[in-house]
């Protein structure tokens, strides 16, 4: 009785800070995104807003393979996907400047997807194959000049932590752009907050950034064995356990 009260409380106060911050780092971001030409500093504020609220939920986080990480080069990032807390997770403790290939429904939420817009995040229809392609010719171009970007391959959260099905767009424009794929395992944030479920809960999360993985010697046509490989990435570090970097 006294845990379930402390939770919905504890529930209360990290919803309530979520949308303060929301609404006054929001703001700010969309006012600097008219004077910043290259998002980066509106993203550093997007980490700010990230990192509060990581604060404010009391999670303990460890993120191991920064290092592996060359900071003059784009990359692809591909994570897992189990809860919405994956997205203040990944804003605020991956160590680098990058953009959110996102589904367009985000770009609907009120400030936040006008804020996503300001830092140049990019927006993917998956309802308009034209859309899509567009967005994709569009981001691919923006990695080439030097920009990353992370995607979710799964498309959506997983509700019991497993794998889904991978989306073909994000191997397509890792094809065109050429540049490498960094596969990101997270743990943990499921138990924050599963999908389907309102309830937060303070539990510990872990991050693995693993090895780039080349992609210049792929084509559209060879795209499907990318992907494959790295899934086989993902569900090999998933399921062995925690890998030291």
């Not at 609404?23 to 550093?44: D, E, K, W, Y």
């Not at 160590?95 to 300001?118: D, H, N, S, T, Y």
């Not at 937060?200 to 494959?228: G, N």
Request: charged share 20%.
């Amino acid at each position: 009785m006294l845990k379930s009260l402390i939770d919905k409380l504890q529930t209360a106060v990290i919803v309530v800070w979520t949308i303060v911050a929301t609404t006054a780092i929001g703001i700010t971001v969309i006012l600097c995104s008219f004077f910043s030409h290259t998002g980066n500093f509106p993203h550093l504020l997007a980490r700010l807003w990230a990192n509060s609220i990581l604060w404010v939920s009391r999670v303990k986080i460890t993120v191991v393979g920064a290092e592996r990480l060359d900071q003059k080069r784009s990359y692809i990032y591909m994570a897992n996907h189990q809860s919405n807390a994956d997205i203040p997770l990944l804003l605020g403790r991956l160590p680098v400047q990058f953009r959110w290939l996102a589904k367009a429904e985000l770009f609907r939420i009120p400030i936040f997807g006008r804020a996503m817009r300001g830092v140049g995040y990019i927006s993917i229809d998956r309802s308009n194959r034209k859309s899509a392609f567009e967005s994709l010719t569009r981001a691919a171009r923006t990695i080439r000049d030097g920009t990353s970007v992370l995607i979710f391959p799964e498309g959506t959260r997983s509700p019991d932590g497993n794998l889904l099905p991978f989306k073909k767009g994000g191997f397509v424009l890792a094809v065109d752009s050429g540049v490498p794929i960094v596969p990101i395992v997270i743990r943990g944030t499921r138990d924050i907050v599963p999908k389907g479920h309102f309830m937060i809960r303070p539990t510990p999360v872990r991050m693995e950034i693993l090895d780039p993985l080349e992609t210049a010697d792929y084509t559209r046509k060879t795209k499907d064995a990318l992907l494959q490989r790295v899934r086989t990435i993902l569900t090999e570090h998933l399921e062995n356990g925690p890998q030291e970097s």
